[in-house]
């Protein structure tokens, strides 16, 4: 199963969930998809022509606007992973070692259960996406969700102006 730092947009992240602890090539060969296309998809080379969705589609449930966009539900299997709760084994495509959105803490179920804050995490997100444009940098999608993930954290006991400004300042020299 790949590792976060290969799974570089939500896509991949989503097509990772169907093929849950499957080897990708074997799930692809199973779906009907062949190698070289396949390999083209999960390198990032391309996205799937309409032939593959529908594919995809047959074999899984997912819809082609769940698998591209995110739009809609995911699949029954899908959703069963998502929503498993805190401390239970989740899949390895929707874990990483290294934390951020995918992290064990698992970012999907904690919003669906009412355990996160989305005021907070906007105020998160407001933060580090100000920090870098100050800053005139950039950060890998990954990275940024890591450190939008400690802002968030930051910002549990405190969200004056004030400690805005000093969770700013931080961002700013991690930027």
């Known amino acids: 199963m790949p590792t976060n ?16 602890d499957e080897e990708p ?18 390198s990032g080379a391309s996205m799937p022509q309409k032939k593959t969705l529908a594919k995809i589609e047959t074999a899984t449930g997912a819809s082609p606007d769940w698998l591209l966009h995110g ?17 239970e084994s989740v899949p390895v ?10 992290s064990d803490r698992n970012l999907e179920y904690r919003a669906a259960h009412g355990q996160l804050d ?18 005139k940098r950039t950060m890998a999608s990954d990275k ?17 102006p004030a400690m805005k400004e000093r969770v700013l300042r931080l961002v700013k020299s991690a930027a």
């Open 144 to 160: 940024k969700a890591e450190l939008v993930a400690a802002v968030y954290d930051l910002f549990e006991e405190e969200r004056t």
């Open 71 to 87: 739009l809609g539900e995911p699949p029954p299997a899908v959703r069963q992973r998502i929503e498993q709760p805190l401390g």
């Open 93 to 102: 495509a929707y874990t990483a070692k290294e934390g951020g959105l995918n």
């Open 25 to 42: 090539y074997a799930w692809a060969r199973r779906t009907g998809i062949p190698k070289s296309g396949f390999w083209a998809i999960w």
């Open 118 to 135: 989305m005021e907070r995490l906007a105020l998160a997100i407001e933060t580090v996406e100000e920090g870098l444009r100050v800053t």
């Open 5 to 20: 730092n290969e799974l570089k947009t939500p896509f991949l992240e989503r097509l990772a969930l169907l093929i849950g």
